[in-house]
Structure formats: C-alpha cells, structure tokens
C-alpha cells in the first residue's frame, strides 16, 4: 500500500522546538519530492517546506525561514521537518506530499502537483 505517515506533531510552548517525521511506505522517495504543508482552521493549505529527490535542494516558505529545516534520510525513506522557535501562527495539521520529479527533480510549494498526501499530524503552539 502507498502511504505517507506523519508524527511527532504534539503541543508546545512558543519558542520550543519539534521535529516531525513523514515515513513513506510501499514504494521509495529516490525519485520524489517531498513537500510539508499546513493547514489552520479556516485557511487554506499553504506550503511551509520542500525538498528535491536527492535532497540536495530545498525551498522554505517566507514564514519558514531560518526557523525550520527540512532533510531526508534515504536509508529510512524518511523526510523530516526541523521546526525551531515556534509561534503561536505556527499551530496547524501539518501535512507531507509527494511529487514526482524523477532522479534528479526540483521541488516546489504548489499543492495542486503533489499527488499523495499524508493524514496528517497536529502542532500546536501555545503556552
């Protein structure tokens, strides 16, 4: 079965740290991007973070810079997202996709071109 699975979402103060984790299953990310994407209540999903198939080139978005940090560990066929000096606007279910991109494909933040989708796992940021 195809799948993405997150974890590691969970409450935390402002300020804190959390890293999540976005396992895939039944097939390997050597040829996909992976995106991380979030979704607060009553906004739209918006995407935080991605990396390429190699995991030699990634793309934040404004609000994730210098804050969060996206990696991949091809051995565990895992992507994780490092997320630093969280902020209240932090709270959100955050989400993995995936695109595919080939061998040596780039990434990028629109949701509308990945195509599986993790269930989701919850952050929130609150003291």
């Known amino acids: 079965q195809l799948q993405l699975v997150e974890s590691g979402g969970g409450l935390v103060q402002p300020g804190g740290s959390l890293r999540l984790s976005c396992a895939a299953s039944?097939?390997?990310?050597?040829?996909?991007?992976i995106g991380w994407f979030r979704q607060a209540p009553g906004k739209a999903r918006e995407g935080v973070s991605c990396?390429?198939?190699?995991?030699?080139?990634?793309n934040y978005a404004e609000s994730a810079k210098g804050r969060f940090t996206i990696s991949r560990d091809k051995a565990k066929n895992t992507v994780y997202l490092q997320m630093n000096s969280l902020k209240p606007e932090d709270t959100a279910i955050y989400y993995c996709?995936?695109?595919?991109?080939?061998?040596?494909?780039?990434?990028?933040?629109?949701?509308?071109?990945?195509?599986?989708w993790g269930q989701g796992t919850q952050v929130t940021v609150s003291s």
């Open positions: 039944g097939f390997t990310l050597d040829y996909y991007a």
């Open positions: 990396i390429s198939s190699s995991g030699g080139s990634t």
């Open positions: 996709a995936r695109r595919f991109v080939g061998v040596v494909g780039m990434c990028n933040l629109n949701r509308d071109e990945y195509s599986l």
